[in-house]
């Protein structure tokens, strides 16, 4: 996917925030207090102070692989998550193949990994956490605070800490608070508000508050995320047929333990359903504002709770069976042949081969910016973080319209990111290509 379309606006962000923070002038600026200009313009790099912080931590090691240096992070991130599946597996005592196959699919690998980078991290994160839950260790408190500064709307999930047994609950508390410090210190010194970057970043899903756009925008991201969970479904399905087959008796009896060890405090379900029934509240009160832009990578919140429920019920009914392994390579099997055929064919129709990092129209802008001459000037773009990273002196629509100096625009018409902001009153000279044209203000300057 990587090579297709590259990486997508929302990863160059934290890719751009990373290597900001190798750069001596941005310590600089912090340094002599001009923070607010220097980490927008200055000296090629873009830092989005609002962001949570973790993921572009996370991606500092990786400037040294070069030109794979993305690819590297994306291999990371993606072990990452397999090593939290496989560590889970083992605390929920089911085999590592079934849950693997619920969490390394297309729409993880694309909407959770290229399109921002850091919902991999939280899910991974999170399914750590639950491993703690389940041992009843207090640092699962510091795990969610590394969820919640990779991902703040992870913050929901903050009662999970109430399943730490009550003499380590003051413990779990203190390691989330403990790893969250420095950076409300940091929003505190700043901006004078510790939370000023919460504020600000979850304050992008009530600010518009409820409409018809945005409501209609809740089915297809629904169905976008669940959408690799429905051979999970049939699987399901396909077990408690079997169960079904093997005796009435013994479904129902199964049926009876299982609600029995649910209500008894099983914890194994508890911190499933807890999950589950936390995340469906953020995704629910981010839906009324959220878009088709960014509920399908909110989608997690979903996700992680409702693929560990569907696979700790897989499995537990399997394992009832008295030919249990047969039976339990059956569900594998139709799991995995399902898996299989909604990758082969649902990735084609994504679109994620016309958009990214690598997208042809962003080559094409590129060569005509040389063929005009502008091509080391300073530009003005709504796809300015796509410039960025290719290494050119591109800056949002706001630099333009704050300055005196009218700097050469490259407009992408296919890009919606702050396209009203710019200002083509003075554009003298325009030449349109297809996806982007170049404009000129009378005067300008490189």
Known sequence: MYNIGGAQWDFLSHWLYARAL???????????GHFAAAVQYGNLFYFEIVRAPLTGLMMVPFAAFGSMAIPAYVAFALALLLVAVLCLSRQLRMQPVLLSLLFLTPYVALFLTLLNGTEVISIALLLFTVVLLLRKDWKAGALLALAALAKYPNLIFMPLILLVPKGQRLRALAAFAAVTAPWLAFNAIWFGNPLFSYAVSLGAYSSSGPSASHFAAVAPSLWITLTDLVPAALALLASLLLLWGSGRKRFAAWLRESAASVAGGDMRYGVALSLLALGAFAWAAVSSSGTIDNLPRLGYLLYTGLAILIALAISDSAMRLRQWRRAYAYVIVVLFAASVAVLVTWFPYTGYAFSGSSGAVISQAENAMAVRGIDG??????SWVYLIY???KAHFPYYYNSTVERY????????GTNQSQIDFANVTARYNYSGFFLAFPANHTC
Do not use: A, E, K, Q
Not at 377 to 382: D, E, L, Q
């Open 22 to 32: 190798l750069m001596p002038d941005f310590y600089t600026s912090l340094y002599t």
């Open 377 to 382: 000037c300073n530009v003005i773009s709504n």
């Open 390 to 392: 290719d290494g050119y």
């Open 408 to 415: 050469p625009i490259v407009f992408f018409t296919d890009t």
